[in-house]
């Protein structure tokens, strides 16, 4: 599987990606805004872009759509809920479908409600696991659920899906928003040294050459993953002072989100 991640550069830092087969040379496209980026990257690789699929139905990881159907004749895959706010789906897909790239690409889809409830993440079958993840989990932080989304569906899916993840998958967000998301990690947890380290690493990074973490990573920065911690605890008190000594770790999530939304 080969794996291009595509930084438009736009105000919504948005990331698209491209997957290809090695060997046919087709290849899948993920929320392609910036169509040309990506017809691009294809053409430099001798790529033939086949299918797109949408993480959800937001406008900015579907209004690339009709332009790459215009220029390729992919055909498009998402939720099978979102049909009626995508249009001209060709492909509803669920939990556990596959999606195959070419001769060698198998790509689970992970139903992952939370950001919308007709979100998507892709999960691939490859010794070096990824997981395509749209805008439900980012680098060090969560997708928000202003926008047809449910907060208590993201802490299921981050608790039941995301971290029983194998800690060597990578993770390909989205968007870019990793340094905002490492200083909310260090508000509610300032002795987090391996924040403090990826913050100082990469403050300055190039997003076209963006550090690609792993759930092994995440799970020691992403405070969103760190929902029993003595110190992440103890900062929400203090917001939260009706919280016991010992919440639920859902009880954590949910303030942790609320927070996260104004700060």
């Known amino acids: 599987m080969k794996v291009e991640q595509i930084w438009t550069a736009n105000a919504y830092r948005n990331f698209n990606y491209l997957i290809a087969c090695p060997e046919s040379g087709e290849a899948l496209a993920i929320d392609p805004l910036d169509y040309n980026k990506c017809l691009a990257v294809a053409k430099n690789n001798d790529w033939t872009i086949t299918q797109i699929l949408n993480t959800h139905e937001h406008g900015d990881h579907t209004g690339g759509n009709s332009a790459m159907v215009a220029a390729t004749g ?6 099978a809920n979102a049909k009626n706010r995508i249009p ?5 897909v669920g939990a556990g479908d596959i ?9 689970e889809c992970l139903d992952t409600p ?17 997981l395509f993840s749209g805008d439900t989990l980012f680098n060090a932080g969560a997708g928000n659920c202003h926008n047809g989304g449910h907060p208590k ?3 299921e899916t981050f608790a039941s899906q ?14 870019d928003y990793l340094i905002n998301n490492l200083e909310f990690t260090l508000d509610r ?4 040294e391996a924040a403090k380290k990826m913050l100082a690493q990469y403050k300055d990074q190039d997003p076209d050459s963006a550090l690609i973490t792993t759930m092994a990573m995440e799970l020691e920065v992403n405070t969103f993953f760190r929902l029993q911690n003595a110190s992440v605890i103890a900062r929400l008190r203090e917001a939260f002072p ?18 996260r939304n104004s700060w």
């Open 74 to 79: 992919a055909k498009i895959i998402a939720h």
């Open 88 to 92: 001209n789906m060709d492909r509803g």
């Open 99 to 107: 999606i195959t790239v070419g001769k060698t690409v198998e790509l």
């Open 114 to 130: 939370g950001h919308t409830m007709s979100h998507i993440c892709l999960l691939s079958h490859t010794d070096q696991p990824a």
């Open 153 to 155: 569906e993201l802490y």
């Open 162 to 175: 995301l971290e029983t993840l194998n800690e060597n998958t990578q993770i390909f967000p989205g968007h």
């Open 189 to 192: 947890e300032p002795d987090n």
């Open 242 to 259: 009706e919280l016991g000594e010992s919440p639920d770790p859902r009880e954590v999530f949910l303030h942790l989100r609320e927070l």
